[in-house]
Protein backbone atom coordinates (compact mmCIF):
# COMPACT_ATOMS: atom_id res chain seq x y z
CA UNK A 1 0.00 0.00 0.00
CA UNK A 2 1.32 3.21 -0.65
CA UNK A 3 2.21 5.83 2.22
CA UNK A 4 1.13 9.37 1.71
CA UNK A 5 4.61 10.53 1.01
CA UNK A 6 5.27 8.26 -1.27
CA UNK A 7 2.12 9.72 -2.93
CA UNK A 8 3.09 13.47 -2.68
CA UNK A 9 6.39 12.33 -4.45
CA UNK A 10 4.52 10.48 -7.16
CA UNK A 11 2.17 13.25 -7.21
CA UNK A 12 4.72 16.11 -7.72
CA UNK A 13 6.91 13.48 -10.28
CA UNK A 14 3.17 13.22 -12.39
CA UNK A 15 2.64 17.12 -12.82
CA UNK A 16 6.72 17.50 -13.75
CA UNK A 17 6.66 14.55 -16.11
CA UNK A 18 3.46 14.53 -17.05
CA UNK A 19 2.03 18.34 -17.66
CA UNK A 20 5.63 20.21 -18.14
CA UNK A 21 3.81 22.06 -21.31
CA UNK A 22 1.41 24.31 -18.57
CA UNK A 23 4.45 24.94 -16.59
CA UNK A 24 6.25 26.24 -19.77
CA UNK A 25 3.29 27.97 -21.20
CA UNK A 26 3.07 30.13 -17.99
CA UNK A 27 6.52 30.84 -17.83
CA UNK A 28 5.77 31.61 -21.55
CA UNK A 29 3.05 33.71 -21.55
CA UNK A 30 5.12 36.01 -18.56
CA UNK A 31 7.85 36.60 -20.44
CA UNK A 32 5.68 37.98 -23.63
CA UNK A 33 3.73 40.00 -20.88
CA UNK A 34 7.57 41.80 -19.88
CA UNK A 35 8.55 41.85 -23.32
CA UNK A 36 5.74 43.87 -24.07
CA UNK A 37 5.79 46.05 -21.14
CA UNK A 38 9.51 46.54 -21.81
CA UNK A 39 8.31 47.62 -25.47
CA UNK A 40 5.39 50.05 -23.73
CA UNK A 41 8.45 51.94 -21.52
CA UNK A 42 10.97 52.16 -24.38
CA UNK A 43 7.92 54.01 -26.51
CA UNK A 44 7.17 55.83 -23.81
CA UNK A 45 10.00 57.07 -21.97
CA UNK A 46 13.11 56.74 -24.42
CA UNK A 47 12.95 60.21 -25.86
CA UNK A 48 13.43 61.48 -22.42
CA UNK A 49 15.52 59.16 -21.21
CA UNK A 50 17.81 60.71 -24.48
CA UNK A 51 17.20 63.97 -23.67
CA UNK A 52 18.16 63.91 -20.04
CA UNK A 53 21.12 62.12 -21.14
CA UNK A 54 22.00 64.61 -23.88
CA UNK A 55 22.17 67.46 -21.20
CA UNK A 56 25.09 66.47 -19.44
CA UNK A 57 26.91 64.48 -22.51
CA UNK A 58 26.12 66.64 -24.75
CA UNK A 59 26.65 64.31 -27.37
CA UNK A 60 23.79 62.71 -29.84
CA UNK A 61 25.67 59.15 -30.10
CA UNK A 62 27.07 58.76 -26.41
CA UNK A 63 23.25 59.94 -25.29
CA UNK A 64 22.02 57.57 -27.98
CA UNK A 65 24.31 54.81 -25.86
CA UNK A 66 23.33 55.40 -22.71
CA UNK A 67 19.88 55.31 -23.27
CA UNK A 68 20.27 51.75 -24.77
CA UNK A 69 22.09 50.40 -21.91
CA UNK A 70 19.88 51.88 -19.42
CA UNK A 71 16.95 49.35 -21.18
CA UNK A 72 19.73 46.60 -21.01
CA UNK A 73 19.76 47.12 -17.67
CA UNK A 74 15.68 47.30 -17.43
CA UNK A 75 15.81 44.02 -19.42
CA UNK A 76 18.03 42.77 -16.81
CA UNK A 77 16.00 43.54 -13.80
CA UNK A 78 13.14 42.75 -15.89
CA UNK A 79 11.83 40.44 -13.32
CA UNK A 80 11.80 43.70 -10.07
CA UNK A 81 9.48 45.64 -12.69
CA UNK A 82 6.44 44.68 -10.17
CA UNK A 83 8.28 46.67 -7.64
CA UNK A 84 8.72 49.64 -9.37
CA UNK A 85 6.48 52.19 -8.51
CA UNK A 86 6.77 55.22 -10.39
CA UNK A 87 9.37 53.50 -13.77
CA UNK A 88 9.84 57.43 -15.12
CA UNK A 89 11.28 58.56 -12.23
CA UNK A 90 13.28 54.85 -11.81
CA UNK A 91 13.88 54.94 -15.32
CA UNK A 92 15.97 58.64 -15.37
CA UNK A 93 17.47 57.50 -12.47
CA UNK A 94 19.57 54.83 -13.79
CA UNK A 95 20.12 57.03 -17.18
CA UNK A 96 21.18 59.56 -14.77
CA UNK A 97 23.91 57.38 -12.40
CA UNK A 98 24.86 55.95 -16.64
CA UNK A 99 25.37 59.35 -17.45
CA UNK A 100 27.52 60.52 -15.11
CA UNK A 101 29.71 57.63 -14.67
CA UNK A 102 30.84 57.93 -18.44
CA UNK A 103 30.99 62.01 -18.00
CA UNK A 104 33.43 60.59 -14.92
CA UNK A 105 35.78 58.71 -17.18
CA UNK A 106 35.42 60.38 -20.45
CA UNK A 107 38.34 62.79 -21.50
CA UNK A 108 37.12 66.56 -21.20
CA UNK A 109 36.46 67.33 -24.52
CA UNK A 110 37.69 70.62 -26.15
CA UNK A 111 34.64 73.58 -25.54
CA UNK A 112 34.83 73.89 -29.39
CA UNK A 113 33.87 70.58 -29.84
CA UNK A 114 30.44 71.49 -28.11
CA UNK A 115 30.08 74.82 -29.88
CA UNK A 116 29.96 72.71 -32.92
CA UNK A 117 27.87 70.50 -31.40
CA UNK A 118 25.49 72.63 -30.35
CA UNK A 119 25.33 75.06 -34.20
CA UNK A 120 24.22 71.65 -35.40
CA UNK A 121 21.35 70.33 -32.86
CA UNK A 122 19.83 74.02 -32.28
CA UNK A 123 16.91 74.95 -33.56
CA UNK A 124 17.89 77.33 -36.99
CA UNK A 125 14.54 78.40 -37.83
CA UNK A 126 14.24 82.05 -38.63
CA UNK A 127 17.91 82.55 -37.77
CA UNK A 128 20.95 83.33 -40.50
CA UNK A 129 24.08 81.24 -39.87
CA UNK A 130 25.71 84.11 -38.22
CA UNK A 131 23.01 84.70 -35.75
CA UNK A 132 23.24 80.65 -35.43
CA UNK A 133 26.85 80.74 -34.94
CA UNK A 134 26.49 83.41 -32.16
CA UNK A 135 23.64 81.51 -30.32
CA UNK A 136 25.50 78.65 -29.98
CA UNK A 137 28.36 80.61 -28.81
CA UNK A 138 26.52 82.07 -26.28
CA UNK A 139 24.87 78.50 -24.94
CA UNK A 140 28.46 77.12 -25.21
CA UNK A 141 30.06 79.89 -22.47
CA UNK A 142 26.70 79.56 -20.77
CA UNK A 143 27.37 75.40 -20.36
CA UNK A 144 31.53 76.37 -19.76
CA UNK A 145 29.96 78.64 -16.37
CA UNK A 146 27.24 75.41 -15.95
CA UNK A 147 30.05 73.05 -15.81
CA UNK A 148 31.97 75.05 -13.18
CA UNK A 149 29.40 75.60 -10.57
CA UNK A 150 29.96 72.17 -8.11
CA UNK A 151 28.53 68.93 -9.29
CA UNK A 152 25.35 68.41 -6.46
CA UNK A 153 24.30 72.51 -7.39
CA UNK A 154 24.99 71.21 -11.19
CA UNK A 155 22.95 68.21 -11.12
CA UNK A 156 20.24 69.52 -9.21
CA UNK A 157 20.24 72.94 -11.92
CA UNK A 158 20.47 70.41 -14.89
CA UNK A 159 17.62 68.19 -13.35
CA UNK A 160 15.54 71.41 -12.52
CA UNK A 161 15.45 72.58 -16.59
CA UNK A 162 13.54 69.50 -17.20
CA UNK A 163 9.76 70.69 -17.16
CA UNK A 164 8.26 67.08 -16.16
CA UNK A 165 10.31 67.07 -13.19
CA UNK A 166 9.20 68.35 -10.24
CA UNK A 167 11.33 68.77 -7.08
CA UNK A 168 9.67 65.96 -5.42
CA UNK A 169 10.67 63.78 -8.56
CA UNK A 170 14.40 65.41 -8.63
CA UNK A 171 15.22 64.27 -5.17
CA UNK A 172 14.17 61.02 -5.53
CA UNK A 173 16.36 60.85 -8.91
CA UNK A 174 19.58 61.65 -6.92
CA UNK A 175 18.58 60.63 -3.47
CA UNK A 176 18.10 63.45 -1.91
CA UNK A 177 15.17 65.22 0.46
CA UNK A 178 13.20 67.78 -1.20
CA UNK A 179 14.22 70.52 0.80
CA UNK A 180 18.20 69.81 -0.40
CA UNK A 181 17.02 69.98 -4.03
CA UNK A 182 15.49 73.43 -3.11
CA UNK A 183 18.59 74.64 -1.59
CA UNK A 184 20.96 73.40 -3.87
CA UNK A 185 18.75 75.08 -6.81
CA UNK A 186 18.84 78.70 -4.88
CA UNK A 187 22.66 78.40 -4.57
CA UNK A 188 23.19 76.71 -7.90
CA UNK A 189 21.47 80.14 -8.92
CA UNK A 190 23.31 82.47 -7.02
CA UNK A 191 26.53 80.52 -7.88
CA UNK A 192 25.24 80.94 -11.93
CA UNK A 193 24.61 84.82 -11.33
CA UNK A 194 28.23 85.44 -9.57
CA UNK A 195 29.98 83.72 -12.68
CA UNK A 196 27.91 85.41 -15.23
CA UNK A 197 28.50 89.09 -13.94
CA UNK A 198 32.48 87.93 -13.36
CA UNK A 199 32.32 86.87 -16.99
CA UNK A 200 30.67 90.07 -17.91
CA UNK A 201 32.70 92.51 -16.07
CA UNK A 202 35.95 90.61 -17.46
CA UNK A 203 34.25 91.70 -21.05
CA UNK B 1 14.21 98.34 -7.55
CA UNK B 2 16.10 95.79 -5.66
CA UNK B 3 19.32 94.81 -7.24
CA UNK B 4 20.52 92.42 -4.67
CA UNK B 5 22.04 89.21 -6.33
CA UNK B 6 21.65 87.62 -2.84
CA UNK B 7 17.94 87.59 -3.46
CA UNK B 8 16.00 84.62 -4.78
CA UNK B 9 14.26 86.53 -7.43
CA UNK B 10 16.94 88.49 -8.82
CA UNK B 11 19.09 86.13 -8.59
CA UNK B 12 16.86 83.50 -10.74
CA UNK B 13 16.45 86.37 -13.19
CA UNK B 14 19.93 86.88 -12.83
CA UNK B 15 20.72 83.45 -13.72
CA UNK B 16 17.99 82.80 -16.86
CA UNK B 17 20.16 82.88 -19.29
CA UNK B 18 21.72 79.44 -17.87
CA UNK B 19 18.44 78.04 -17.31
CA UNK B 20 17.51 79.25 -20.71
CA UNK B 21 20.26 77.18 -22.26
CA UNK B 22 19.64 73.93 -20.22
CA UNK B 23 15.48 74.08 -21.16
CA UNK B 24 16.60 74.72 -24.69
CA UNK B 25 18.94 71.99 -24.34
CA UNK B 26 16.39 69.62 -22.56
CA UNK B 27 13.44 70.29 -24.84
CA UNK B 28 15.52 69.17 -27.70
CA UNK B 29 13.72 66.29 -29.44
CA UNK B 30 15.18 63.21 -29.96
CA UNK B 31 16.42 61.83 -32.53
CA UNK B 32 14.52 60.16 -35.21
CA UNK B 33 14.14 56.08 -34.77
CA UNK B 34 15.44 56.43 -31.43
CA UNK B 35 13.08 53.81 -30.17
CA UNK B 36 12.99 51.55 -32.84
CA UNK B 37 16.63 50.84 -32.87
CA UNK B 38 16.58 50.29 -28.69
CA UNK B 39 13.26 48.19 -29.44
CA UNK B 40 15.98 46.36 -31.84
CA UNK B 41 18.83 46.06 -29.46
CA UNK B 42 17.03 45.02 -27.18
CA UNK B 43 15.69 41.78 -29.11
CA UNK B 44 19.00 41.03 -30.07
CA UNK B 45 20.35 40.78 -25.99
CA UNK B 46 19.63 36.78 -26.07
CA UNK B 47 17.01 36.37 -23.31
CA UNK B 48 18.10 34.71 -19.80
CA UNK B 49 17.44 30.75 -20.12
CA UNK B 50 14.97 29.26 -17.90
CA UNK B 51 15.96 25.39 -18.48
CA UNK B 52 14.09 24.16 -15.74
CA UNK B 53 11.00 25.51 -14.03
CA UNK B 54 9.43 24.57 -10.49
CA UNK B 55 6.59 22.49 -10.47
CA UNK B 56 3.74 23.78 -9.65
CA UNK B 57 3.72 22.34 -5.98
CA UNK B 58 7.54 23.63 -5.91
CA UNK B 59 7.03 27.18 -6.57
CA UNK B 60 8.35 29.83 -4.52
CA UNK B 61 5.24 31.51 -4.51
CA UNK B 62 3.06 28.41 -3.03
CA UNK B 63 4.89 29.47 0.26
CA UNK B 64 6.73 25.71 0.67
CA UNK B 65 10.13 27.62 0.70
CA UNK B 66 9.05 29.78 4.07
CA UNK B 67 7.22 26.63 5.41
CA UNK B 68 10.41 24.43 5.04
CA UNK B 69 12.80 27.33 6.34
CA UNK B 70 10.10 28.03 9.28
CA UNK B 71 10.49 24.04 10.01
CA UNK B 72 14.49 24.07 9.77
CA UNK B 73 14.92 26.98 12.35
CA UNK B 74 12.37 24.86 14.72
CA UNK B 75 14.15 21.47 13.95
CA UNK B 76 17.95 23.39 14.91
CA UNK B 77 16.22 24.98 17.77
CA UNK B 78 14.34 21.66 19.44
CA UNK B 79 17.18 19.25 18.61
CA UNK B 80 19.90 22.44 20.17
CA UNK B 81 17.60 22.42 23.52
CA UNK B 82 17.10 18.45 23.56
CA UNK B 83 21.04 17.95 23.56
CA UNK B 84 21.83 20.44 25.99
CA UNK B 85 19.11 18.93 28.30
CA UNK B 86 20.37 15.10 28.03
CA UNK B 87 23.82 16.81 29.17
CA UNK B 88 22.91 17.96 31.95
CA UNK B 89 21.06 15.23 33.12
CA UNK B 90 23.61 13.09 33.03
CA UNK B 91 25.88 15.38 34.95
CA UNK B 92 23.65 16.37 37.76
CA UNK B 93 22.05 12.75 38.58
CA UNK B 94 23.80 9.69 37.12
CA UNK B 95 26.23 10.06 40.48
CA UNK B 96 26.74 6.43 40.63
CA UNK B 97 28.72 6.37 37.79
CA UNK B 98 32.18 6.96 38.21
CA UNK B 99 33.85 10.17 37.59
CA UNK B 100 36.05 10.83 34.71
CA UNK B 101 39.82 11.09 36.09
CA UNK B 102 41.90 12.66 33.73
CA UNK B 103 45.55 11.94 34.47
CA UNK B 104 48.05 14.04 33.26
CA UNK B 105 50.77 13.21 31.51
CA UNK B 106 53.84 12.95 33.86
CA UNK B 107 55.97 14.54 31.36
CA UNK B 108 55.19 16.33 28.18
CA UNK B 109 56.95 13.89 25.44
CA UNK B 110 58.16 17.13 23.18
CA UNK B 111 59.52 20.17 24.25
CA UNK B 112 62.02 21.33 26.80
CA UNK B 113 63.37 18.66 29.11
CA UNK B 114 65.47 18.99 32.33
CA UNK B 115 68.29 16.54 31.77
CA UNK B 116 67.89 15.49 34.90
CA UNK B 117 68.85 18.79 36.90
CA UNK B 118 67.73 18.83 40.62
CA UNK B 119 66.97 22.55 41.57
CA UNK B 120 68.57 23.20 44.68
CA UNK B 121 66.85 26.19 46.42
CA UNK B 122 69.70 28.73 47.79
CA UNK B 123 69.16 29.44 50.93
CA UNK B 124 71.65 30.74 53.58
CA UNK B 125 73.05 28.38 56.42
CA UNK B 126 71.32 29.62 59.62
CA UNK B 127 73.13 30.86 62.57
CA UNK B 128 74.78 27.63 65.11
CA UNK B 129 74.76 27.88 68.98
CA UNK B 130 78.03 25.83 70.42
CA UNK B 131 76.46 22.91 72.54
CA UNK B 132 76.60 24.47 76.22
CA UNK B 133 79.24 22.56 78.81
CA UNK B 134 77.47 20.54 81.47
CA UNK B 135 79.65 20.64 84.50
CA UNK B 136 78.96 18.02 87.38
CA UNK B 137 80.10 18.33 90.84
CA UNK B 138 81.31 15.05 90.52
CA UNK B 139 83.99 15.55 88.11
CA UNK B 140 85.85 18.48 89.77
CA UNK B 141 86.16 17.83 94.00
CA UNK B 142 89.09 20.42 94.94
CA UNK B 143 86.67 23.03 93.90
CA UNK B 144 85.11 23.85 97.88
CA UNK B 145 81.78 24.13 98.13
CA UNK B 146 81.37 26.89 100.90
CA UNK B 147 79.71 30.45 99.36
CA UNK B 148 82.07 32.81 97.61
CA UNK B 149 83.09 36.01 99.66
CA UNK B 150 82.30 39.16 97.37
CA UNK B 151 85.31 40.04 95.66
CA UNK B 152 86.78 43.82 96.76
CA UNK B 153 86.82 46.33 94.25
CA UNK B 154 90.17 47.84 93.86
CA UNK B 155 89.69 51.88 92.85
CA UNK B 156 92.68 52.88 91.29
CA UNK B 157 94.38 56.39 91.64
CA UNK B 158 94.99 58.74 89.44
CA UNK B 159 98.67 57.41 89.33
CA UNK B 160 97.98 54.44 88.89
CA UNK B 161 95.20 55.09 86.13
CA UNK B 162 98.19 56.22 83.93
CA UNK B 163 100.81 53.24 84.90
CA UNK B 164 98.33 50.46 85.87
CA UNK B 165 100.60 47.63 85.32
CA UNK B 166 103.17 48.80 87.63
CA UNK B 167 103.69 47.30 91.33
CA UNK B 168 102.09 49.66 94.32
CA UNK B 169 105.92 49.81 95.90
CA UNK B 170 107.34 50.90 93.41
CA UNK B 171 104.72 53.36 92.19
CA UNK B 172 105.73 55.51 95.86
CA UNK B 173 109.35 55.35 96.15
CA UNK B 174 111.32 58.71 95.24
CA UNK B 175 113.19 59.11 92.19
Not at chain 1, 182 to 202: G, I, K, V, Y
Request: proline share 7%; hydrophobic share 40%; aromatic share 4%.
Amino acid sequence: MMSTSQAIVAGIAAEWMENPTSAALNEEARQRAEDHALAAMVDQYASALYRVAYSVLRNQADAEDAVQEAFVRVLRHRDSLGEVRDHRVWLIRIVWNIVLDRKRRAKTRPETDDVAELARVLPSTGLSAEELAAAAQHHAHVLGCVDRLPAKERQVLMLSAFEELSSVEIASVLGISESSVRSRLFRARNLMADLLDHERSLR
Amino acid sequence: MNSNPRDPMTSESASSPAEETLRLIASLPAPEGLERRVQSLLDAVPHRGRVLAWPQSFRPESGWMRSAAAAAIVFVVAGGGWGVYTRVENTHFDQNQPAKVIVMPARIPSGFGGAGAIRTPETLPGPKAPEPVKVSPEANPARPKTAKKPIAIHKPSNGEASQPDKPAAEAGAPR
